[in-house]
């Protein structure tokens, strides 16, 4: 009897691990909040910097990542306990509280994957904006609202910014203290939920070291075959949308599990609760569950996205091993020294490889020729090197010298030019 | 509740507060400050040619500094003193850093902040600041004057 009662109150114990996730992604939120900056120019580089130079950051990141998938299983298994506990009639607040939770969780993960405004976000902002322009009778303009405007753009990323970090965490704050005020702390939080809790941590936080959070290739930089993938907790939604025809995708997005949360959430004011919640969360396990699987089955059965995948990751890792490229910023009216500073685009594109005075530089393996005397060489006059820095093959040069046609104007490119024809030993 | 079951009850919640030195010890490295790298590049001035006459001559540098995740390129006030062997000195008053302006009808530099005056030779006249400008280290180099910028805090420190 003793060691059923036992088992009992371990089972109780997911409130502790969905508390103590909650906590962690607030701590990690308002860190990593110290260095991102949500602005399209700005976003991936302060990102890049928080992985590749701040103490700490990969992991941070990491355990914020990891943490978002961990808490909405987690939450989502806290509902499921709290069915089989009949909760909904003996704690209505608990029961409601968790079913809020759980929306407003899905929604902060839905609001971060854009953050980075790396590919990954750049398809799961668009992956948004169709779920929401979709709707039916709302849609366009639920569309325009989510955006700020009509195209995705600035704007979106600070809506987003904004929801995720001050919206739904001021919600998910408001919802815990409403259940913490309706009962004794020690009924809410215990010493097994202390051990469990801690455990649960300690399992993300070995994770997160194992694993740093992914970050795809700026917008920018994502070729045409690159293949986004959502998180965990956002499978199940992402290959539904495979099998259902165009507008349809916002109902099942959207609708269903708005509508499923608010049936949930009047659940205790219901008769049938039994059947009624234990056929939606039962229906809800299965499509996941199928869903999830069915997904990543896809992605591992076919070679041809599976060669892809290792390509993506293989530049993930040559991407981590590079330094981190600071952005550049001028707050001087005049954009290049008065007579012969560098000019901002050779600063912003070639001086991470070639030197800030054009001194050349090595990296790891890699040595980058100095350019100085440059001007001395056969096929090095101020058109040869525009030419150069539109196609580097036909000068003869070999990767990792890229071509800049797709960033830098003709006119950028001669002031390149002209000042690299100046450099003197 | 007596003594000696609160305590145990506090030593049950232990493991929790491990969570959070764990990560706090991590937030205190990730939120350290980063130093800037101190740029000792030489930053063109002007032409020595164009240097020439009593007064000082104000000119603007700019320096490039590589600040966490940013490079930036900011502009510096700075006057050359051509009857001083073309010292140049940082525009930022020592006292508190406001920028200082010449004043070519009483023939001096003043601070619009809280009234520290320079002579033409950049040396303190009056107010509370303790030093006269500082000067920054020149050179001429192909006909042309160059200097190493340094803000008024390395200044200081120095």
């Given at each position: ?5 036992d ?59 990891y ?9 989502f ?88 970090v ?27 939920d202390?051990?469990?809790?801690t ?6 936080a ?25 998180g ?14 165009g ?45 999830t ?14 060669q ?10 040559a991407?981590?091993r ?46 980058f ?8 060489k ?29 960033k ?18 | ?18 969570v ?20 000792d ?41 051509p ?24 023939n ?15 040396s ?12 920054l ?22």
């Amino acid at each position: 009897m003793r060691s059923d009662n036992d088992m009992r109150a371990w089972v109780q114990t997911t409130t502790g691990i969905v508390v103590v996730l909650l906590l962690v992604q607030f701590l990690t939120g308002v860190l990593l909040a110290f260095y991102y900056v949500p602005s399209v120019d700005h976003a991936y580089t302060t990102v890049s910097y928080i992985e590749k130079v701040v103490s700490s950051g990969s992991w941070i990141r990491s355990l914020h990542h990891y943490g978002s998938q961990w808490l909405t299983i987690f939450v989502f298994i806290h509902v499921i306990r709290l069915f089989l506990d009949s909760a909904y009639v003996a704690n209505r607040i608990q029961w409601i509280a968790a079913i809020l939770v759980l929306g407003l969780v899905m929604t902060a993960g839905g609001t971060g994957y854009s953050l980075p405004w790396d590919a990954r976000a750049f398809f799961s902002t668009r992956v948004a904006e169709g779920l929401m322009g979709g709707l039916p009778f709302a849609g366009p303009m639920a569309r325009l609202w989510l955006l700020g405007g009509s195209e995705i753009s600035g704007l979106t990323l600070s809506r987003f910014f904004a929801l995720h970090v001050l919206v739904i965490p001021a919600l998910i704050g408001a919802v815990v203290m409403w259940r913490m005020f309706r009962s004794r702390i020690a009924e809410l939080f215990g010493p097994r939920d202390a051990i469990v809790g801690t455990l649960m941590f300690l399992a993300l936080a070995l994770w997160a070291l194992k694993n740093p959070a992914p970050l795809g290739p700026s917008v920018a930089e994502a070729g045409a075959d690159y293949l986004p993938r959502p998180g965990a907790q956002f499978l199940w939604l992402y290959q539904s949308l495979k099998y259902i025809p165009g507008g349809l995708g916002s109902v099942v997005g959207v609708v269903l599990p708005g509508i499923v949360l608010a049936v949930l959430v009047a659940l205790p004011w219901l008769k049938r609760q039994r059947l009624i919640a234990g056929s939606l969360l039962g229906l809800g396990v299965v499509l996941v569950v199928i869903m999830t699987t069915a997904s990543y089955l896809s992605d591992h059965r076919d070679p041809r996205t599976a060669q892809q995948f290792a390509r993506q990751a293989a530049a993930e890792e040559a991407w981590r091993r590079q330094p981190f490229n600071p952005a550049t910023i001028t707050l001087a009216a005049t954009t290049t020294n008065a007579t012969g500073g560098a000019p901002v685009m050779y600063t912003k594109f070639c001086a991470n490889c070639h030197g800030t005075q054009g001194q050349g530089a090595q990296q790891g393996p890699l040595k980058f020729p100095p350019l100085l005397d440059v001007f001395a060489k056969p096929r090095r006059s101020v058109d040869d090197i525009v030419g150069l820095l539109k196609d580097p093959a036909a000068y003869g040069l070999q990767p990792p010298m890229r071509s800049f046609s797709d960033k830098l104007t003709e006119e950028q490119m001669r002031e390149i030019a002209e000042w690299i024809v100046k450099l003197k030993k | 509740m007596n003594m000696d079951t609160s305590r145990r009850s506090f030593l049950k919640f232990l493991p929790l507060a491990a969570v959070f030195a764990s990560i706090g010890s991590a937030a205190f490295r990730f939120l350290r400050p980063k130093l800037s790298a101190a740029t000792d590049a030489w930053l063109d001035v002007a032409s020595v040619s164009e240097l020439t006459g009593p007064q000082p001559i104000s000119r603007k540098i700019v320096a490039e500094q590589i600040t966490g995740w940013a490079i930036t390129t900011d502009e510096h006030n700075v006057f050359v003193l051509p009857a001083k062997n073309n010292q140049v000195v940082s525009a930022i008053c020592p006292h508190e850093g406001c920028e200082v302006a010449w004043e070519q009808n009483r023939n001096r530099f003043s601070c619009p902040c809280h009234e520290s005056y320079f002579a033409a030779d950049g040396s303190r006249i009056s107010g509370p600041a303790q030093r006269g400008l500082d000067a920054l280290p020149a050179r001429v180099q192909d006909g042309k004057l160059q200097v190493q910028y340094i803000s008024n805090e390395q200044a200081t420190r120095a």
